[in-house]
């Protein structure tokens, strides 16, 4: 079981991670994991991470690419943190459901969920949770989301005002 909570800065996972009668406790394959700009996440069936993964760097969650072998007996969620919002794919639905900040999935969803809303830090939060809920993993992996910055005419735009007169050459004029 397991429990993936963000507050839009950073996002924290347990370590647990159930398989057939077996239990790791500290998985060393993380539940969450840096790809470009996003920091993605997976619950349930984890056996499907590196392909949900693969679909997002080769196709950025395009649903006309959604990989078609997955089997839509095994339940997932695969979510995509993003500095905007939290976008979460399941194994019924290739299109995703859009979670604002602060958000929370797995197991542990409800609890985590109420207690960032009441404005509780994350990281207090998860060792919380890692502590007293008996399906999720005593030990946690943290990431931030990335932030990245838009590119806009009007920031260049200032930038070239900002420019000293005495550095700047027109077009009809030599360069000295």
């Given amino acids: 079981m397991t429990f993936i909570i963000s507050d839009g800065k950073t ?50 969650c395009n649903p006309d690419f959604y990989p078609q072998h997955i089997n ?4 997932y969620e695969f979510i995509v943190f993003k500095q905007d919002c939290a976008y979460m794919y399941t194994s019924a639905c290739k299109y995703p459901d859009k979670y604002p900040y602060p958000c929370s999935f797995g197991s542990g969803a409800q609890g985590t969920f109420v207690a960032l809303k009441l404005g509780a830090k994350i990281k207090d939060v ?12 005593r030990t946690f992996d943290e990431l931030k989301i990335p932030r990245v910055k838009a590119k806009s005419k009007v920031a260049k735009a200032s ?4 420019t000293p007169a005495s550095s700047r050459t027109r077009s009809n004029e030599p360069n000295k």
């Fill in 11 to 60: 996002v924290i996972a347990d370590k647990r991670v159930h398989t057939d009668d077996y239990v790791y406790e500290d998985d060393p394959k993380p539940k969450i994991v840096l790809v470009r700009d996003a920091v993605l996440g997976m619950a349930g069936t984890m056996a499907y991470q590196d392909l949900m993964v693969r679909w997002y760097e080769e196709h950025d």
């Fill in 72 to 75: 839509p007996d095994h339940s």
């Fill in 126 to 137: 998860a060792k919380v949770q890692a502590e007293h809920h008996n399906h999720c993993g």
């Fill in 159 to 162: 930038r070239k005002r900002n």
